[in-house]
């Protein structure tokens, strides 16, 4: 955000649901990251923002669903029959496109590696190329 000035995003929202973001996780089955939940690990952005909607914090729900992959659409989760609920979970605000990309240079497995623009693009790879059509996007904007 420092870099462009020119973006004027909320950056105490931008903190704050950076924080929250993936508090959804643990209702997930993913073992490698300790987390010992019924359900899909794709599922913990929606099951996240659920949780933030019944604590009034309907904002910050929102980048919750809408930071899985570079976002996924209505299309994909239909076409591909992701056990999601059925609604476009793309990053619309700018604060929510910040964080859905900043959050693919992390992991959760290896907390101190910052991935590179390549590393971070090849994860995205499996989720399309509209994926990485957004994510190339950002590149130019946020880099
Ligand atoms: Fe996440």
Redesign the pocket.
């Known amino acids: 955000m420092d870099l462009h000035p020119e973006i004027q995003a909320d950056r105490k929202f931008v903190e704050e649901a950076a924080l929250l973001?993936?508090i959804g996780?643990y209702k997930t089955y993913a073992p490698e990251i300790a987390c010992f939940g019924s359900l899909p690990y794709i599922c913990?952005?929606y099951l996240g923002a659920d949780l933030l909607r019944e604590e009034g914090y309907g904002r910050h729900a929102l980048v919750c669903e809408r930071?899985?992959g570079a976002g996924i659409s209505l299309r994909d989760i239909v076409d591909k029959e992701l056990p999601l609920p059925r609604r476009d979970m793309l990053p619309v605000s700018i604060e929510e496109q910040l964080i859905c990309f900043a959050?693919k240079f992390f992991s959760k497995t290896e907390l101190l590696k910052e991935r590179s623009v390549a590393e971070a693009r090849h994860k995205l790879e499996r989720f399309g190329a509209e994926g990485l059509e957004r994510f190339d996007f950002w590149c130019k904007s946020f880099l």
């Open positions: 973001h993936d996780v913990h952005g930071h899985t959050d």
